[in-house]
T-cell receptor
Framework: GENVEQHPSTLSVQEGDSAVIKCTYS??????FPWYKQELGKGPQLIID?????GEKKDQRIAVTLNKTAKHFSLHITETQPEDSAVYFC?????????FGKGTTLSVSS | DGGITQSPKYLFRKEGQNVTLSCEQN?????MYWYRQDPGQGLRLIYY???????QKGDIAEGYSVSREKKESFPLTVTSAQKNPTAFYLC???????????FGPGTRLTVL
């Protein structure tokens, strides 16, 4: 069935470095790709999303790129800060629902 | 978390008991969703509803039931038929079925 693969599962960076998380999807009909940040014990918060009619979207230190031909999309965080430490999930649309990756635990050390 | 509330935050039940988790939204969203999250796993869809009085099964609906009698409310019942009910349950809503989903704070259910 349709699935979303997310890598890496854990990522440790120094404050100020960049972090990149990558996802691949299998359903060629997917056209919406959100990214969520989840802090411990809380619900996921949308941080950025992209639709299939654009290749890149940026919001301050966060950017997402989409390659529909290769069926992969990536989250880029620049100038990381300790408060960026959290679990990040990618997702791809499946009809009216979302299929989620298994998450990446990002640790930013100062 | 926006205008989505889930209660209670923590819930304990004995094995064999049914339990109902509450989800309310004041965002005037048409669509609502229930997900289950297990440690180290992504979110898996249990049920979703695109409109009042209508809902569809997700990938892991067995052992769960829902109702959508009001636009604002989408309660989830975890029945005794659910073999591994202990998990973190997340409710979400979106303006329409293909729009951005916004999540509530979650309910952690522990079955003893």
């Amino acid at each position: 069935g349709e699935n979303v693969e997310q890598h890496p599962s854990t990522l440790s960076v120094q404050e100020g470095d960049s972090a990149v998380i990558k996802c691949t999807y299998s359903d060629s009909a997917s056209n919406y790709f959100p990214w969520y940040k989840q802090e411990l014990g809380k619900g996921p918060q949308l941080i950025i999303d992209i639709r299939s009619n654009v290749g890149e979207k940026k919001d301050q230190r966060i950017a997402v790129t989409l390659n529909k031909t290769a069926k992969h999309f990536s989250l880029h965080i620049t100038e990381t800060q300790p408060e960026d430490s959290a679990v990040y999930f990618c997702a791809a649309s499946k009809g009216t629902a979302l299929i989620f990756g298994k998450g990446t635990t990002l640790s930013v050390s100062s | 978390d926006g205008g989505i509330t889930q209660s209670p935050k923590y819930l304990f039940r004995k094995e064999g008991q049914n339990v109902t988790l509450s989800c309310e939204q004041n965002l005037n969203h048409d669509a609502m969703y229930w997900y289950r999250q297990d440690p180290g796993q992504g979110l898996r869809l249990i049920y979703y509803s695109q409109i009042v009085n209508d809902f569809q099964k997700g990938d892991i609906a067995e052992g769960y039931s829902v109702s959508r009698e009001k636009k604002e409310s989408f309660p989830l019942t975890v029945t005794s038929a659910q073999k591994n009910p202990t998990a973190f349950y997340l409710c979400a809503s979106s303006p329409g079925a293909t729009d951005t989903q916004y999540f509530g704070p979650g309910t952690r259910l522990t079955v003893l």
